[in-house]
């Protein structure tokens, strides 16, 4: 027998959240989670989902969840990798993000295996029947999450999501372990913080650290959408921090005015 | 006679710098430095003019108010600060003062022949530069050039005094820093304060293009910190690769 390098794993990459609205900063993660995870060699990224929250999220001064998916489906107008979900946002209520993750793995994964099934060669249709044997001539991939023709979910967040998992009673531990063990996270930080230590403190987090990958944002951008929402009720110029099509479309509708935000954040 | 408001006084803001290349964070100062009023040195690895000329005019391309002048890059060698501003603020009295005279009626004619003379009738522009009807040249920076007034033998006294007093700046900081502290230490500057206006930029974004010709030696991408057509352009004519940058900055 001989070896050969394990294809790489193929991921897709869903972040969460309000989106009240998309900015520049949620636009630049999925750009950084990309180049850190293929440069790795292990994995090759191969899409990009936002899926912004329900409106029962219960924010202050959350705008409706339609007028939020219309501004991020323009910001990614542009984006040949990235795309917009708003199956979360047509619920009934709000979901927890392992509800989102389990939907989108499904789907996830009949759109890009049911189409490798269909053009792939017959050893690549050998090595999906045989999905959980190992064979002496085939690699085996050795991410903890997956074998090779699947392909992975991972939740793609910033620092604030990963330490929240420490404040009481916010998860369910079945939640967070399912999170880091069935599917992987990708936690952007920024330069000087100390993400590492979260993931120390936890037990759980620590069992799982090989599949939550942290990534180093350099170039600082704290382009927050609370920030944005000031800058908007001050009638202060938000360009080129917000793409300009999602700047015309919160014009044109009136969004965030002074009158509509009742609390100040 | 009766008092009337003066009519706000009209600015041009010039920001030079190698815009190498051109990044949001330029873009944003622009923006800032309105949103406020109405409320080199020879670096390594500077890629040429015509390319950083090029790319600037890709990104202004959607602004109806910021555009690109290179008459600076296409002069025989590198010139001060105080050279460009002279011959940008005469381009900009005459565009924006002759279309003046041009349109307006009798009263704005009279101001503008009465450029030097008080006139009880015509309301006085307070403001230090200039009188109702001017247009006045602001240089648009960072507090890094603010603070470069202070390395001894960097720039002559009466240019210092020449950019403060005949044409005004405006510095944009960062949120923590304490920029009015190089005003309070220089007495030229002091003196000239209230022509020295000073924006914090709150949301803070670090998109130096230092930082963005490294990521682009990387290979990493840096799409939302530089316009896409600006991207595009460095794609096509290759630049800023590894072989060509023969610094680490």
Redesign the interface.
């Known amino acids: 027998s001989f070896s050969k390098m394990a294809a790489p794993t193929r991921v897709v990459l869903l972040a969460g959240g309000c989106f009240n609205p998309i900015t520049?900063m949620h636009?630049?993660l999925f750009?950084?989670a990309?180049?850190h995870l293929e440069r790795t060699g292990l994995y090759k990224v191969i899409e990009g989902i936002i899926s912004p929250a329900h409106d029962k999220y219960g924010k202050k001064g959350l705008v409706p969840s339609t007028d939020r998916v219309a501004m991020a489906r323009l910001a990614l107008a542009?984006s040949d990798w990235v795309r917009v979900d708003s199956w979360e946002s047509e619920q009934e209520g709000w979901l927890e993000t392992v509800e989102v993750m389990r939907h989108l793995k499904r789907q996830v994964q009949n759109k890009h295996c049911v189409a490798d099934s269909e053009t792939d060669g017959p050893s690549r249709k050998r090595r999906k029947i045989q999905h959980n044997v190992n064979n002496s001539d085939e690699a085996v991939d050795s991410s903890p999450a997956g074998t090779a023709g699947e392909v992975q979910l991972k939740l793609l967040c910033g620092a604030d999501l990963l330490e929240s998992f420490a404040v009481p009673n916010l998860w369910r531990d079945e939640h967070i372990k399912e999170l880091a063990s069935n599917y992987g996270l990708v936690v952007i930080s920024r330069a000087g913080s100390n993400p590492e230590k979260f993931i120390y403190e936890s037990d759980v987090l620590s069992k799982y650290k090989n599949n939550i990958h942290m990534v180093t944002e350099?170039?600082?951008?704290?382009?927050?959408a609370t920030?944005?929402r000031r800058?908007l009720r001050r009638k202060?110029?938000v360009?080129?921090?917000v793409p300009?099509p999602v700047i015309n479309y919160i014009n044109e509708h009136q969004l965030y005015q002074p009158d509509t935000e009742k609390s100040k954040t």
């Open positions: 520049n636009l630049r750009e950084l990309r180049d542009s350099w170039i600082q951008n704290e382009i927050s920030k944005i800058a202060e110029s360009r080129y921090l300009d």
